[in-house]
């Protein structure tokens, strides 16, 4: 299995930025997949979530309102859109399948 996250960088508070993920060697079409992230000194936090068919859409309170995930199955890709971005976003965000985890990108939001 692996996953590999780009699209990370620097954004302004209020901006947007859109990370990916691609997936290999797993049964991407039909497995759910999910977003998290950390940030300095603090745990690893559930970001949002969607099933296999884009069906069913989770989000953490935080983000709700604010992010949208998506997939493309056809690309075996994953996407966070990230909208009206706030400093506290800051964190390195990771691509989660079952047990397994991408790298992570780096997302920093500042002025």
């Given at each position: 299995?692996q996953?590999?996250?780009?699209?990370?960088g620097?954004?302004?508070?209020?901006?947007?930025?859109?990370?990916s993920?691609?997936?290999?060697?797993?049964?991407f079409?039909s497995?759910d997949?999910?977003?998290?992230?950390?940030?300095p000194?603090?745990?690893r936090?559930?970001?949002?979530?969607i099933?296999?068919?884009?069906?069913?859409?989770?989000?953490?309170?935080?983000v709700?309102?604010r992010?949208?995930?998506s997939?493309?199955?056809?690309?075996?890709?994953?996407?966070?859109q990230?909208d009206s971005?706030?400093?506290?976003?800051?964190a390195?965000?990771?691509?989660?399948?079952?047990?397994?985890?991408?790298?992570?990108?780096?997302v920093?939001?500042?002025?």
């Amino acid at each position: 299995v692996q996953l590999v996250e780009s699209g990370g960088g620097l954004v302004r508070p209020g901006g947007s930025l859109r990370v990916s993920c691609v997936g290999s060697g797993f049964p991407f079409h039909s497995s759910d997949m999910n977003w998290f992230r950390q940030a300095p000194g603090q745990e690893r936090e559930f970001v949002a979530g969607i099933s296999w068919n884009a069906n069913r859409k989770t989000y953490s309170d935080s983000v709700k309102g604010r992010f949208t995930i998506s997939r493309d199955n056809a690309k075996k890709e994953v996407y966070l859109q990230m909208d009206s971005l706030k400093p506290e976003d800051t964190a390195v965000y990771y691509c989660n399948v079952v047990k397994f985890w991408g790298r992570g990108t780096q997302v920093t939001v500042s002025s």
